[in-house]
């Protein structure tokens, strides 16, 4: 028996040029802008914050989701569904300053634990 936690699509965070070798980059997903020398499985950009976040009710789904968190969820369902190529793997690029909030958020996410195995 396989357990849950082997089968969850490893996370990684990238601040800058990624050390990867093209193999592994090849297999992965990486959510962010590619610089034009690195060729990844395929990518998916960040989009823009809501102008409404904070602004509804506290817990309110639009208010309090990262943007990430959001692409996160719509980039398995495109895997499962078949729409996104296959994925190994995701790597995140992020600004340093904001990889300790993000890797929070992601942590205590629900969906994202469920799904994603966060690397350190």
């Not at 936690?5 to 992965?28: N, V, Y």
């Not at 976040?53 to 569904?81: K, W, Y």
């Amino acid at each position: 028996m396989i357990s849950s936690r082997t089968s969850l699509i490893p996370l990684s965070f990238l601040s800058g040029e990624s050390s990867w070798p093209e193999e592994r980059r090849r297999h992965a997903l990486l959510i962010g802008n590619a610089r034009p020398d690195e060729v990844w499985g395929d990518v998916a950009a960040i989009p823009a914050p809501s102008p409404f976040r904070n602004r509804h009710i506290t817990g309110c789904l639009c208010c309090s989701r990262d943007p990430v968190v959001m692409v996160l969820a719509q980039v398995f369902q495109e895997r499962v569904t078949g729409r996104r190529p296959f994925f190994h793997e995701v790597a995140v690029l992020v600004v340093s300053q904001e990889m300790s909030a993000l890797r929070q958020q992601l942590e205590n996410d629900v969906l994202v634990r469920a799904r994603y195995r966060l690397v350190f």
